[in-house]
């Protein structure tokens, strides 16, 4: 099995491989990067602002020109690709913010996933994992560190920042530093009740799709 990555960022897909390695034992050759790719080196990528490589736009134009995504799929083995997206500029994108009530979260990413499926003219449904991040992929992370419900975070960004912070723990913005920090998500046992997933409705919806749609 190959399962290919379509996200706004290195740093995201660090963090989706973990959780892929964790809930089903898929390791980093078992993944291809199709947005962003590996074809510039990690290091320069991260001196570049973040629309230079990927952003929410290149993960939409992905969507709809699926060229990376149909020939993923046609070869045999490669049976999944992932799409992420975070819901923090989701207005921009053509996805309004509910209120933000007991429901937010479900709400919030059920409408990402009807517009990503616009996006790919409602192909491919059942190879897709949608990783709908709320707000963002730090705010998966601070589960890690943080017992709170991280969807409420105004600034899961700083916030992450801050906790490792006082914690005396560094990184930085590449791929092996979200890898670092994010390792976690890399063992089974932090998937069970009580654990991280707990902290972010939308990772833990994410983990579930990962559980119900990938047999291995």
């Not at 230079?52 to 939409?60: I, P, Y």
């Not at 006082?166 to 390792?183: A, C, L, P, R």
């Amino acid at each position: 099995m190959k399962i290919g990555i379509i996200c706004e960022g290195h740093t995201d897909r660090a963090v989706i491989q973990n959780i892929l390695k964790g809930l089903k034992g898929i390791d980093s050759s078992e993944i291809a990067a199709l947005r962003p790719d590996l074809s510039v080196d990690e290091t320069d990528r991260s001196q570049m602002s973040e629309d230079n490589f990927s952003n929410w736009s290149l993960v939409k134009s992905e969507c709809e020109n699926q060229e990376k995504i149909d020939r993923f799929l046609s070869i045999e083995g490669n049976d999944f690709v992932v799409i992420q997206i975070d819901a923090d500029m989701s207005d921009e994108y053509g996805v309004p913010k509910p209120i933000k009530d007991a429901n937010y979260s479900d709400k919030m990413r059920n409408s990402i996933i009807i517009k990503i499926d616009e996006w790919l003219d409602n192909n491919y449904k059942d190879h897709i994992l949608y990783a709908i991040a709320l707000e963002e992929t730090e705010a998966w992370i601070l589960t890690i560190y943080d017992t709170k419900d991280s969807t409420k975070s105004a600034d899961p960004k700083a916030k992450l920042k801050r906790t490792l912070s006082k914690m005396s723990i560094s990184y930085s913005q590449t791929h092996s530093g979200f890898s670092d920090i994010s390792k976690k998500f890399s063992k089974e046992k932090n998937f069970t009740k009580g654990k991280f997933r707990d902290y972010n409705k939308s990772l833990d919806e994410f983990c579930k799709e990962i559980e119900q749609k990938i047999i291995v």
